[in-house]
């Protein structure tokens, strides 16, 4: 099989360019951004080429800009694949409460099931696992028909319990920047009660807000334990309202451990 240089060596001999050209090309998008990072030397090129030599992600760069090809694909030739971002990122488990960067544009793929029992009843709770009939990978690039654009997506820290058990620790979220207005009124029910997702000095929280003159109360789930947290307007802010959540709901026994 061939790796990564040999392909790019076949790339430039089918575009007839020299390694000088490729040189003198680079030197070219070196100067417009000013940066001789982005050069790519004679002999640089041919380690590159013939001795398995890992370009920079700058002289990647370049190479991809003067060979016309796709910067994500020719990053897979070198078995970095960035449709694995969000899962690798998995493996790490981090205990505070932060904001995900990751979005449906940053390439991928992703497991769908592509066909359903034609018998399911959609009005009814149903076991989905065995109503899939089968399964595929679609490109993340289809989800931009939910409007994923507009959201952005929190992880609940494993320590955060504020909102428990409404969101368990552990729990990803959906937040709808377009929705930043603290309402103090307007529901009936903690369901329908809008909760936030927030930036202060000590980081990031999860939590429902009553906005009081320029105060902001953080309030917490009653059956949290946790108190309130109270800041200035200015203090913090509001990224945005949560509008869904992904969560784990095994996490009784470990809310019993605590200390």
């Not at 003067?66 to 070198?78: A, G, K, N, P, S």
């Not at 409460?97 to 992703?110: L, N, P």
């Not at 936030?196 to 009653?222: I, M, R, S």
């Amino acid at each position: 099989m061939e790796d990564a240089g040999e392909r790019l060596k076949k790339v430039r001999d089918r575009l007839d360019l020299t390694i000088r050209d490729v040189e003198e090309a680079s030197r070219k998008i070196a100067t417009r951004h000013k940066n001789d990072e982005f050069v790519v030397g004679l002999s640089r090129l041919s380690e590159i080429e013939n001795k398995g030599v890992v370009p920079t992600i700058y002289r990647l760069y370049s190479l991809c800009s003067i060979y016309r090809l796709d910067l994500l694909e020719v990053m897979e030739w070198y078995a970095v694949d960035l449709g694995e971002l969000a899962t690798d990122s998995a493996v790490v488990a981090i205990t505070r409460t932060h904001v995900i960067g990751f979005g449906a544009s940053d390439g991928g793929h992703a497991q769908f099931p592509l066909a359903l029992d034609p018998g399911i009843d959609m009005r009814r709770t149903t076991f989905l696992s065995r109503m899939i009939q089968r399964w595929g990978r679609l490109p993340l690039s289809l989800l931009n028909g939910f409007d994923l654009k507009e959201h952005r997506y929190g992880f609940i820290g494993l320590e955060d319990w504020m909102m428990y058990p409404l969101i368990q620790p552990g729990s990803l979220v959906l937040i709808d920047e377009s929705r930043r207005k603290v309402v103090n009124t307007g529901w009936s029910t903690e369901f329908e009660r809008p909760i936030y997702f927030l930036e202060h000095h000590k980081g990031f929280a999860c939590a429902w807000c009553t906005l009081n003159g320029d105060q902001l109360v953080l309030q917490a789930h009653p059956a949290s334990m946790c108190m309130p947290q109270v800041y200035t307007s200015e203090e913090v802010e509001i990224i945005g309202q949560v509008t869904g959540v992904a969560m784990r709901l095994d996490q009784a026994k470990r809310r019993r451990g605590r200390p």
